[in-house]
Structure formats: C-alpha cells, structure tokens
Antibody, heavy 117, light 107 residues
C-alpha cells in the first residue's frame, strides 16, 4: 500500500533553515509528481510546491518563492523541501502528497514546523 | 483561482442532513474534490470530479455542481462525520487551491 512518511520538522528560529523529507513506499516513486501542502495551526490547507516525476519541472507558491525549494531523489524514493529564511508565518504542519494529475488521494501524516525565537 | 467555502461552521444534529457549499472564482468544470479532516489527521479524499466518491467512502456522502458552484451533502450525519471539510480545485493543475474549510459540529 502507498505510504508517505514526513520527517525533519521541529522548532527553528526566524531566518534559519530546515529540510523536510518525505519517504515513500508502495508505488513506483519515479513515475509520479509530488506535492507539499501545509496547514497553519487552526487554519486551512495551503498548497506549497509541486515537482514532476523526473524533477525537471517545479512550481512554488508565491509566498515561498525564492525561500523554499522542492526536490527529489528517485534512487531513494524520497521527496524533500528545503526551507530557507524561515518566517513565523511558515509555522505549520507540512504534508507531502502523491500527484495523480487531479485530486490528492494519498497524504503523509505531516510534520510540524514551528518558527519562533 | 480563489476558492470560498460556506458556512464557516455548520451545527447539525446526528441523523440530519448537512449541506456544504464551495464557490470558485472561475470555471473549473468538474475538477473539484472534497476532503474530510479530523483533528491530528491528514485530509482524507471523499469526492473527486465534483461527484465521484473515492474508494470506501459511504454513500451518504454526495457531491454535485460544476463550473464554479459546488455542494457536498451528507445525507444523515453519523458521529464519525463531525469534522472539517475542505474543497479543492485542481483545474489549474499543478497549481492547486483549497477552500478555507467548513467545520461540521454537533448541535
């Protein structure tokens, strides 16, 4: 079965960096694009970034452009989100999700990032 | 594309019907999904293609609409249905947009 397991969250000071990982299993990772979606405490879902199956195409939402970078390692079946210049408003649970060209049927359990001094 | 859900909170008694609305700022055809989220859990896909139930989703959940106006109906609320519901447009793939959510609470 499809499994997505995020890791790398934690408490970090504003301006610092953090890298999230999403380890996958149960499907052929190299055939699918992948997304990051975040959810601030008590708020709604916010799409963050997407990467194509081979890593050649990437899109990031405007609030994180230039600060966050999505990437992947198909040899390790793992998705990444490098987050630099973190701000308090980046505090959220970050989910990875498998792309199907449409709805997001498979999500990880999420990893919490807290940006605070 | 902006996605707006209403109401923000819906108070419903068990066994009653719940009707949730989702409005999109432009025509997305049938490219809309609904998710259920319970505290501490990831979202769970309920409906895609505006009206198709996802795998193992009970028949009391139904979706309707097209273009820019969509509805999720829960025909007879069960205790496990009290949760937050999000709609999601994927017409502008891969640049997705979600609604802000509707909380369905016990009346």
């Amino acid at each position: 079965q499809v499994q997505l397991v995020e890791s790398g969250g934690g408490v970090v000071q504003p301006g610092r960096s953090l890298r999230l990982s999403c380890a996958t299993s149960g499907f052929t990772f190299s055939k699918y694009g992948m997304h990051w979606v975040r959810q601030a405490p008590g708020k709604g879902l916010e799409w963050v970034a997407v990467i194509s199956n081979d890593g050649s195409n990437k899109h990031h939402e405007d609030p994180v452009k230039g600060r966050f970078t999505i990437s992947r390692d198909n040899s390790k079946n793992t998705l990444y989100l490098q987050m630099d210049s973190l701000r308090p408003e980046d505090t959220a649970v970050y989910y990875c999700a498998k792309d199907t060209g449409g709805p997001l049927a498979f999500w990880g359990q999420g990893t919490l990032v807290t940006v605070s001094s | 594309i902006v996605v707006t859900q209403s109401p923000g909170t819906l108070s419903v008694s068990p066994g009653e019907r719940a009707t949730l609305s989702c409005r999109v700022s432009q025509d997305v055809g049938g490219n809309l999904a609904w998710y259920q989220q319970k505290p501490g859990q990831a979202p769970r896909l309920l409906i895609y293609g505006a009206s198709t139930r996802a795998t193992d989703i009970p028949a009391r959940f139904s979706g309707s609409g097209s273009g820019s106006e969509f509805t999720l109906t829960i025909s007879s609320l069960q205790s496990e249905d009290f949760a937050v519901y999000f709609c999601h447009q994927y017409n502008n793939w891969p640049l997705y947009t979600f609604g802000q959510g509707t909380k369905v609470e016990i009346k």
